[in-house]
Nanobody, 124 residues
Framework: QVQLVESGGGLVQTGGSLRLSCAGS????????MAWFRQAPGKEREFVAF????????HYSDSVKGRFTISRDNAKNTAYLQMSSLKPEDTAVYSC?????????????????WGQGTQVTVSS
């Protein structure tokens, strides 16, 4: 069974930091690109960050560029999202996703596997 499991969400004050983790089974990780998306209440799910299988290609949405860092440890089958300088508008459910190719995509429909999501709440 393909599985992605996120962790690390929580409540943080404006300006604070959090690190999200996404643990995948071997089948979901090997050769797959990974991405983080988020969905705030009443809004569409939006792209946050992308990382290729080898980590040489990373891409961020304009809203998080310079504040968030995506990384991965393939030996641990885990991807990370380091979030800094958090703002109230970053409040959302964050989900990781995987696709069986390493090419860049910020389109949610191009991802085959999804985690259940983890809540991030930034208080003002």
């Amino acid at each position: 069974q393909v599985q992605l499991v996120e962790s690390g969400g929580g409540l943080v004050q404006t300006g604070g930091s959090l690190r999200l983790s996404c643990a995948g089974s071997g089948r979901t990780f090997i050769g797959n690109a990974m991405a983080w998306f988020r969905q705030a209440p009443g809004k569409e799910r939006e792209f946050v960050a992308f990382i290729s299988w080898g980590g040489s290609i990373v891409h961020y949405s304009d809203s998080v560029k310079g504040r968030f860092t995506i990384s991965r440890d393939n030996a641990k089958n885990t991807a990370y999202l380091q979030m800094s300088s958090l703002k109230p508008e970053d409040t959302a459910v964050y989900s990781c996703a995987a696709r069986p190719t390493s090419s860049l995509s910020d389109i949610k429909y191009n991802y085959d596997f999804w985690g259940q999501g983890t809540q991030v709440t930034v208080s003002s």
